[in-house]
């Protein structure tokens, strides 16, 4: 979904479960795409990486499908814990630059 | 490694003041970026900096003066800022796009600034 106004997106979930955050993007020109992961006070983490050569790369437990069709992107995290907690964004990089656009984010809440 | 640093963590400052933010790596990234995050949004780009040249500049008030004294340090001059700059500062650093191929940007912490 998108945010509004100062609200973002949240996905909760428990423990255990399976977490599916999307993403849509705005380019066809984007050939690069990367989750990031941010938690409160810090600076955005890199998660996983995909090109638009490919449309599903597997992680440590987690994995990106990228639908090129459609623009639309999803983060998969398997036995999702508590440590998984905060606010996770998809990035596109547009093709040939080295400029990165950030989607709105959601928040990932993990409850016992 | 595989670390960005980023001083100070906080920054509070008057209208009239000048002070400056630092970011270094040492992962022999070429490309360097200064993005802006407020609360509850995704952050916004700035600047970018490619060999140690202004690549990308994105609009950005003149009050914000960005520079790249070597491939491992960047900094961000501010002067005469705004309440509405108060926001997380984030520096990043990645290797440059050649051709096809991008790279993941590394992030640093973020100094989050308040213009009182």
């Known amino acids: 979904g998108e945010s509004v106004g100062l609200h973002l997106p949240t996905l909760s979930v428990q423990e255990g479960d399976n977490s599916i955050i999307n993403c849509a993007y705005s380019n066809s020109a984007s050939d690069y795409f990367i989750w990031y992961k941010q938690e409160s006070g810090k600076g955005p983490q890199f998660i996983i990486d995909?090109?638009?050569?490919?449309d599903k790369r597997q992680g440590q437990r987690v994995t990106v499908l990228l639908n090129k069709t459609v623009k639309h992107l999803s983060l998969q995290i398997a036995a999702t814990q508590p440590g998984d907690s905060a606010v996770y964004f998809c990035?596109?990089?547009?093709?040939?630059?080295?400029?990165?656009?950030f989607g709105t984010g959601t928040r990932l809440q993990v409850f016992p | 490694d595989t670390e960005v640093t980023q001083t100070p963590k906080h920054l509070v400052m008057g209208m009239t003041n000048k002070k400056s933010l630092k970011c270094e790596q040492h992962?022999?990234?070429?490309?360097m970026y200064w993005y802006k995050q407020k609360a509850k949004k995704p952050p916004e780009l700035m600047f970018v900096?490619?060999?140690?040249?202004?690549?990308i500049n994105e609009s950005v008030p003149s009050r914000f003066s960005p520079e790249c004294p070597n491939s491992s340090l960047l900094n961000l001059h501010l002067h005469a800022l705004q309440p509405e700059d108060s926001a997380l500062y984030l520096c990043a650093s990645s290797h440059l796009t050649t051709g096809a191929l991008s790279y993941e940007q590394y992030f640093g912490p973020g100094t989050r600034l308040t213009v009182t």
């Open positions: 900096y490619s060999y140690e040249k202004l690549s």
């Open positions: 992962m022999g990234h070429r490309a």
């Open positions: 995909i090109r638009s050569n490919m």
């Open positions: 990035a596109e990089n547009r093709y040939n630059t080295d400029k990165l656009i």
